[in-house]
């Protein structure tokens, strides 16, 4: 505890009523501990405070020398009559002690009963793998990699960010493992930016000089414990956000886009059937639109003569040209998918059965797209989401509509060219000095 004079305690008394006179879960109650007399402080909705005077009650009358300012002893080097310092411990959920002789103790109370504990994924549905997922708090979260990972080598370096509201993050490596320019570079992006405000992803990648446009996402995120332990393994950095229920990596590599870390838990050949399928995947939901119009309205003659004629007879009454055709289909399949993902989980599969079902249907029968535009865009989308993760497979999908734009006006030769642009957009991409087409970030592999 801290001993401050009376006139000063006054004065920060009623700077902290001014302080917080618009928050209305600021409170300030007279409670004795340990037959002493406290005015308390503290936000009603972060603290409960009946259960964290019951605790140092407690702890009180079991002390052995039943001295107040011992069992206070270690919140010694927390207290502080800033008034910055003490309106910050408050917002973080910190209960600030006053007691009629001066004596002044920032402590950490009991806290309200918040956050959610840990449960199954939502958005991730693993195989042969542990269920539990991150959770909103950090401090689980972190418990969740340390669980998971009991070694010497894991560090995890807390910071925050922002100034307006402030924000926990948490940088976790495996030491030895990660290259040391990736973690002395995302250190030095967040502590040059750690005055930023941090609330969404997009702020994270700001803070960490990533570009603000970008088609390929540089990162992985997860919401699974066990793969962002394989990720560390594998060299990657971790960055935890408090009350975010994901964890992000980096760098992402081009590997990412097929694999998953959670495939180690299968045997060799079945990784590899596993992944081959996935970036056979990638290949086609890219190619495939773009591969129609090409064959159905630019280059027919690359067609043998009676496949030609079967996909001219499958056009035989549609109105609009291939590009039209596919982009109108494109264009719903993009806001089913969409509507699938936000909408609840018991409305979402009527949704995609209507959308893929009855509307594919009877937007064949109108004659408005054909039967074979169906099938492809089926293919298409398929394929697209055989890859791994939720960003990658964004990705894609925006990847097919150059391509297919390209392959509009250019023919076979559009479609090579939008091949060959995308994997020189590859080459370009670098992240915290790890070339994006590199395939290990433990810069051990022979391309790097």
Known sequence: MQRIHEQDLHDIEKQLHDHFKKSSDFL????????????????????DLPSTLSTLNQAASGSENGSFQNMFRPFEE???MSMDEICG??????????????????????HTDISRSVSAPESENPLQSAYDAFTEDINKNIGLLRKKMISEDLIIERRETGTRSTKKIAMVYLEGVAQAKVIASIRDKLEQNKDKELTTVRDLMRMLGHPKF????????SELPGEMVQNLMNGKVIILIDQFSFAFAFPAIITDLWSTTL??????????????????????????????????????ELLRIQLAITVAKSREGVPYPSLIEMLLVML???????????LPKNIGPTITMIGGILLGQAIVQAKLV????????????????????????TGIRMYKYVVMLISSFFGIWGLEAAM?????YFASLNTFSVPYLSLSVKGKASDE
């Not at 501990?33 to 972060?46: G, K, P, S, V």
């Open 28 to 47: 300030s109650k007279n409670v004795v501990i340990a037959d002493q007399e406290f005015r308390a402080y503290y936000m009603e909705t972060l603290v």
């Open 214 to 221: 970008s088609l390929t996402p540089t990162y992985i995120s």
């Open 263 to 300: 495939d180690v838990n299968y045997p060799y050949l079945f990784q590899v059937f596993l992944r081959t399928v996935r970036a056979i995947g990638a290949l086609l939901a890219v190619t495939l639109p773009g591969l129609y119009i090409v064959l159905n309205s630019v280059n027919p």
């Open 420 to 424: 060959i642009w995308i994997i020189l």
């Open 89 to 110: 411990h408050l917002l973080h959920g910190k209960l600030v002690l006053f007691s009629t002789e001066g004596m002044a103790a920032v402590m950490e109370p009991e």
């Open 370 to 393: 054909s039967n074979l535009l169906i099938i492809i865009l089926v293919a298409s989308a398929i394929a697209n989401f055989v890859l791994a993760g939720y960003m990658n497979t």
């Open 78 to 80: 927390e207290a502080s």
């Open 332 to 342: 719903l399949l993009e806001m089913i998918i969409e509507a699938t993902i936000r």
